[in-house]
């Protein structure tokens, strides 16, 4: 089944969003497979980012990354790589949709409190960055609702 990265930014985490954040893509259907606290090292936060390194705010973005824990998550379902993009909404939060993560919980790009995967490559390449492969749980849920 598809698998996605998905990370709770510092900011998101200082600002008490992670239930409202987990919830949404909960609600929606999505499934967590595996959840951790991390405070990145510059040094992670730079390969995570590693294809933006060319961009002027890089430097800013990797020290911001690696200012304090984030949630790092994968989330599993069918199309879960495009859907939580929607989820997250558009990158400046200034841009985003309201009813999107971003359109209703963000202001500015530098401070935009969630990751997402953006397509099947950086997802298998993000999950593997950040967990282990016993870190990922398989399981049913056991209580039917149309979700597997
Ligand atoms: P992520 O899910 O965090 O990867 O965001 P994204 O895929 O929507 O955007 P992208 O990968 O292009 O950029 C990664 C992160 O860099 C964004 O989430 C922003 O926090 C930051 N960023 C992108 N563009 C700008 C910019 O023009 N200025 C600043 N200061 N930060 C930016
Ligand atoms: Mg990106």
Redesign the pocket.
């Known amino acids: 089944m598809e698998q996605t990265f998905i990370a709770i930014k510092p900011d998101g985490v200082q600002r008490g969003l992670i239930s409202e954040i987990v919830s949404r893509f909960e609600r929606k259907g999505f499934k967590l497979v595996a959840i951790k606290v991390v405070v990145p090292s510059k040094e992670f936060a730079q390969k995570h980012?590693h294809?933006?390194k060319e961009r002027p705010f890089f430097n800013g973005l990797c020290d911001f990354l690696s200012s304090g824990p984030v949630i790092a998550m994968v989330w599993e379902g069918e199309g879960v790589i495009k859907y939580g993009r929607k989820l997250i909404g558009a990158?400046d939060p200034q841009k985003s949709e309201p009813g999107t993560i971003r359109g209703d919980l963000a202001v500015v790009v530098g401070r935009n409190i969630i990751?997402?995967?953006?397509g099947p490559e950086?997802a298998k390449d993000e999950i593997n960055l950040w967990f282990k492969p016993e870190d990922l749980h398989q399981f049913r849920y056991l209580i039917k609702s149309g979700m597997s």
């Open positions: 980012y294809d933006l990158t990751h997402g995967s953006d950086t």
